[in-house]
């Protein structure tokens, strides 16, 4: 019995030990083999005489542009015009087009076989804005705001998005003051003086291109002071200073920085082939900024003066000597029942003086004028017939006294249902404007906005086109255009011809099609 006993223990220790064998071995036979690679490893050449790269530690450098950008970028912010709801349209001029914040700018560099963008929904605008008074007062562009039932504000270092008001607008220079009401702690950019910069000085621009938030780049002044003209949209009030400084789509509204870290412009339009960054930026001046923001925050609109003249916008100085005078500007026409004119003056007179200050271009003469509170009556000394006069001339409101450059909407009349609805907003052209924008023909009235998803957007008419005929009837006025409106039913073909500026001249362009249902 312990035989057999003996016998069984023997025949089940034997699997044991066999297994207990194998793992000695394995892990035997492993060590060899782990030695051998690492024996292996270590006695291999490298493949290369490189030496291996460290990581240095994260020590800063130091540098003016970063001290700048981490002073200044707490007072820029990011602006965001919320979406639309699914069955309204953005109107024309916002955000629908690659570039279009600075819309304005956007006739000069189409192509001729180029079509205009598809209309779409707005989904959402972006800009940029400065902060300029810790209680939450911000510049930033018009056009950015234009027509936007909502403005939202970021602040950096804080995602929440805040509501703010609109304090103002001033389409002349195409600024716009925001406020935010409830950010405590802001940071305000301190504020420089353009007539200060000079062409070759570095330009630093900060803003959200793109939706980039805080982006910041680096430049210099290119030129100053540049007056684009309404050629290329601009208004006669922007005076510009060129920089090569990266702006994009989002940095509208942004500031342009001189090494100090003062604002020195307000970034707002730039000359592109691409809708993007072409190397050519302009920033509206800080000064006419800061001039126009304290009439806004004051009276929450800007009050321009005027006198009532028509004068030559290229200050020819043959014409100003053959009629006696060696500087001035000579008066093409006088408004009816303008100040000037109630004061006397008259076609042909040179103005040599507004309020005693010496006027020797258009540009000055508009900036003295404009500067002067309306209302006020200032001595103005003009030179006829070989003399001097002086003539009293009350100040008027620039936007009272020229009605007819306000814009008009060409819509349908409410008691006529069938009247085509074009879908634009025209104005007639002045003479002085005409000249201008090179524009030799003698009628025409200039298209303003084009409302989005309208039958103007629909066959290709242009912001900035000029209609100089419909169905081949001629168009000199917004009258006539209303005429021809009145007579065209549904169903019926219509064909402009419409001048537009592309390549530095005036191509003629005919966008046509069936008046729908």
């Known amino acids: 019995m312990s035989t057999l006993t003996n016998r069984f223990k023997h025949n089940r220790l034997l ?11 394995g892990i035997l036979i492993g060590t060899v083999i782990s030695g051998t690679v690492d024996a292996a490893r270590e006695s291999e050449e490298p493949v290369t ?21 981490r002073k200044v970028r707490p007072s820029v912010v990011s602006i965001t015009i919320p979406e639309l709801s699914a069955n309204e349209t953005a109107p024309q ?13 956007f006739g000069l560099p189409n192509q001729p076989n180029q079509r205009p963008p598809a209309p779409r929904r707005r989904g959402g605008g972006q800009g940029s804005g400065v902060i300029v008074d810790p209680k939450g007062y911000i510049i930033t562009n018009e056009h950015v705001v234009r ?50 910069a000079n062409i070759g000085d570095w330009a630093i621009a900060i ?12 430049g210099i002044i290119s030129a100053k002071p540049r ?10 009030f922007q005076k510009f200073l060129q920089t090569d400084a990266a702006i994009n789509p989002g940095n509208s509204g942004g500031p342009l920085l001189n090494v100090r870290g003062e604002v020195i412009g307000i970034n707002t339009a730039i000359i592109s082939r691409t809708g993007g960054y072409d190397g050519i930026g302009f920033a509206l001046a800080s000064n006419i900024a800061v001039e126009t923001y304290n009439q806004i925050i004051r009276y929450g609109r800007v009050s321009r003066g005027s006198i009532g003249v028509h004068f030559s916008a290229d200050d020819n100085k043959s014409r100003i000597r053959s009629y006696g005078a060696e500087n001035g500007v000579f008066v093409s026409d006088v408004v009816d029942d303008g ?38 009556t200032v001595p103005v000394e003009v030179f006829r017939d070989g003399r001097a006069l002086t003539l009293d001339v009350k100040i008027a409101d620039r936007q009272k006294l020229y009605p007819k450059n306000a814009e008009v ?40 906005q084009v409302e989005a998803n309208s039958f103007a957007d629909d066959i290709g008419v242009m912001a900035q086109d000029v209609i100089v005929a419909v169905n081949r009837m001629e168009i000199g006025s917004i009258e006539e255009l209303r005429e021809i409106q009145k007579q065209l039913r549904p169903g019926q073909d219509v064909s402009f011809k419409v001048l537009r500026w592309i390549d530095q001249e005036w191509i003629t362009r005919y966008p046509a099609g069936v008046v729908p249902d």
């Open 207 to 218: 803003g959200s291109p793109f939706g980039y938030k805080e982006t910041v780049t680096v």
């Open 339 to 376: 100040p000037a004119e109630e004061a006397g003056m008259q076609a042909e007179d040179i103005i040599l003086s507004v309020d005693g200050i010496k006027i020797d271009s258009g540009e000055k003469l508009i900036e003295v004028v404009a500067a002067t509170s309306v209302g006020k």
């Open 15 to 25: 699997p044991l030990a066999l297994v207990f064998s194998t793992l000695v071995a």
């Open 49 to 69: 005489d490189a030496v291996p790269l460290a990581i240095p530690a994260a020590d800063p450098v130091e540098n003016q542009f970063s001290e700048l950008a």
């Open 147 to 196: 027509d936007a039932e909502r403005i939202r504000v970021e602040f950096v270092g804080d995602d929440e998005l805040y509501d703010a008001k609109l304090i103002g607008v001033d389409a002349e220079t195409d600024l716009a003051v925001v406020h935010v009401d409830g950010k405590k702690n802001l940071q305000a950019a301190p504020i420089g003086n353009s007539d200060a």
């Open 409 to 448: 909407q060409i819509d349908a009349p409410e008691d006529d249902e069938e009247t085509v609805h074009f879908g634009i907003t025209v104005r007639e052209i002045s003479p002085d404007h005409r000249a201008e924008m090179n524009l030799d023909v003698s009628g025409g009235i200039l298209v303003a």
């Open 227 to 236: 007056e684009m003209g309404p050629t290329f949209g601009a208004g006669e």
């Open 93 to 105: 001029g916002y955000f629908d087009r690659p570039e279009e914040f600075f819309r304005r700018f």
